[in-house]
T-cell receptor
Framework: DAGVIQSPRHEVTEMGQEVTLRCKPI?????LFWYRQTMMRGLELLIY????????DSGMPEDRFSAKMPNASFSTLKIQPSEPRDSAVYFC???????????FGSGTRLTVV | AQTVTQSQPEMSVQEAETVTLSCTYD???????LFWYKQPPSRQMILVIR??????QNATENRFSVNFQKAAKSFSLKISDSQLGDTAMYFC????????????FGTGTRLTIIP
């Protein structure tokens, strides 16, 4: 099992540019989560999907952020346009349900200059 | 809304000693899950240990064990025979038993193991 795979590992972009983060969950896991980690706010849930359907997107900060899960093996988080305050580490995680916790990807460190 | 509090921002301990990290939480539910995650400098989030609230027995995973006090809403992590590789941020987290699968994290404790 390759685990949760995120790409890219690092992303540096200029303010105003579109950024797309990608995630491949563990096969058979039916829930997928996007978290953001910053020094000021810690780990925050942005959105999560169950069986490819968005369940809770209350953490998505504003309309500049969007997330999709077109199938069970792929999800994207898009920021358009990006701003310096979006700089953070973005984690994707998946879960099989029941008593099990999340398995996290390695994260994408986003820097917006 | 559930809240998770970790009151120790930083801790340090000598190698081979035992250390306990504190966590308290607030919920009106009777069934839920609690977790400890470790984040080493590599930034990978690693599940350390899990506790189901309906189980009275404290969870144990090798050198890691918890002291789960349901009435006090306390969930501390004990690391025995600490090793240099235990140096990391440790996050306590809460999840509902039914419904929303959101993990609510505490602010973390930075643990340093001193050689």
């Amino acid at each position: 099992d390759a685990g949760v795979i995120q790409s890219p590992r690092h992303e540096v972009t200029e303010m105003g540019q579109e950024v797309t983060l990608r995630c491949k969950p563990i096969s058979g896991h039916n829930s997928l989560f996007w978290y953001r980690q910053t020094m000021m706010r810690g780990l925050e849930l942005l959105i999560y999907f169950n069986n490819n359907v968005p369940i809770d997107d209350s953490g998505m900060p504003e309309d500049r952020f969007s997330a999709k899960m077109p199938n069970a093996s792929f999800s994207t988080l898009k920021i358009q346009p990006s701003e310096p305050r979006d700089s953070a580490v973005y984690f994707c995680a998946s879960r099989s349900g029941g008593r099990y916790g999340y398995t996290f990807g390695s994260g994408t460190r986003l820097t917006v200059v | 809304a559930q809240t998770v509090t970790q009151s120790q921002p930083e801790m340090s301990v000598q190698e081979a000693e035992t250390v306990t990290l504190s966590c308290t939480y607030d919920t009106s539910e009777s069934n839920y899950y609690l977790f400890w995650y470790k984040q080493p400098p590599s930034r990978q989030m690693i599940l350390v240990i899990r506790q189901e609230a309906y189980k009275q027995q404290n969870a144990t995973e090798n050198r890691f064990s918890v002291n789960f006090q349901k009435a006090a809403k306390s969930f501390s992590l004990k690391i025995s025979d600490s090793q240099l590789g235990d140096t990391a941020m440790y996050f306590c987290a809460f999840m509902h038993y039914f419904g929303n699968e959101k993990l609510t994290f505490g602010t973390g404790t930075r643990l340093t193991i001193i050689p």
